[in-house]
Structure formats: C-alpha cells, structure tokens
C-alpha cells in the first residue's frame, strides 16, 4: 500500500516550484505512476469548451476529448463524484482508450466551486483499486486543487 500521506506531501511540494497546471500536473503524474503499482495509465483531463481534454499523464496514447457524462471520466464530471471502477468492460458506455485497461479510478479535480478536470488512473488488473486508495487519492487531489493554477 502506498503511503499517500508523503504522496500528498510530495504534491505539495512540487506545487511550491511551479503550481501553473503543466509542469505541475505532468509532475504529479509521474510521481503516482512511480507511487502506485500495477497502472497502466496516470493522468489528467482538464475541462475546456465544456468537455474534457488531455492533459499531462503518462502510460500509453490516450482519447483526446471525452464528452462530459461519457465513459468514466465524463460520469465523474457529470455526476461530480468518484468512479471507482473494478471491470470497466461492465460500466455503461465505457471508453476503451487503452483495451488493456481493466480497472479504473477517476477523481474531480475542482477550483472555485467548479469542476476543471479530473484524475484518471488505469490498471491491467481486474479490481485494482480499493478504498484505501480512494481515500489516499482523495488527499492527494485535496493537495491538487490547493495548489493548482490554470491558465
């Protein structure tokens, strides 16, 4: 099991370098994919035009735009709350992006009262992700949304 209060210290330290959403979201996607294990997929989508658009991660090539209430990364938008995913194949409307993906976790990122994007992290393993780490990551997106800057 990770440690996700030092995950949610070491985001907020990268914050203090530069909090401008680029380098410090593609920070935070690379320090998740080396904190979690079994992920094929960490990164961001970011609201614009009223849908999500790709922003910094990494894993594989990924869906550009996803409408919002679409695939899991659309409900959590729609319904502003976490999809903890454990067979993405049984969630209505799924977008495969990746077909290796079997799991999913996707977290709200908010600023101002409003959603502006969300957390979206994918693993091979059917069930990957508990609620353990969905309170871990809960700290570490209260980290993001504390120190994140857009524009």
């Known amino acids: 099991m990770p ?7 070491q985001i907020r330290e990268l914050a203090q370098e530069e909090p401008w959403y680029v380098p410090f979201l593609s920070n935070v996607s690379a320090l998740l994919w080396d904190a979690l294990s079994d992920l094929n997929w960490a990164g961001f989508y970011l609201m614009r035009d009223g849908r999500l658009v790709l922003g910094p991660f990494q894993g594989k090539v990924a869906c550009i735009h996803i409408a919002v209430g679409k695939g899991v ?5 729609a319904e502003d709350r976490v999809q903890r995913v454990p067979d993405v194949h ?3 409307g799924h977008i495969a992006c990746d077909s290796a993906s079997n799991s ?9 009262g409003q959603v502006v994007g969300v957390l979206d ?3 091979p393993l059917p069930d ?9 990551l809960r700290k570490a997106v209260g980290e993001i949304e504390e ?3 857009l524009g």
């Open 104 to 112: 999913e976790i996707v977290l709200p990122l908010h600023r101002n």
């Open 90 to 92: 049984r969630f209505p």
């Open 128 to 136: 990957r992700f508990s609620p353990e780490d969905e309170a871990g």
């Open 3 to 9: 440690n996700y209060d030092l995950l949610a210290r």
């Open 121 to 123: 992290i994918d693993s």
């Open 73 to 77: 990364c659309g409900t959590a938008v």
């Open 147 to 149: 120190n994140l800057l």
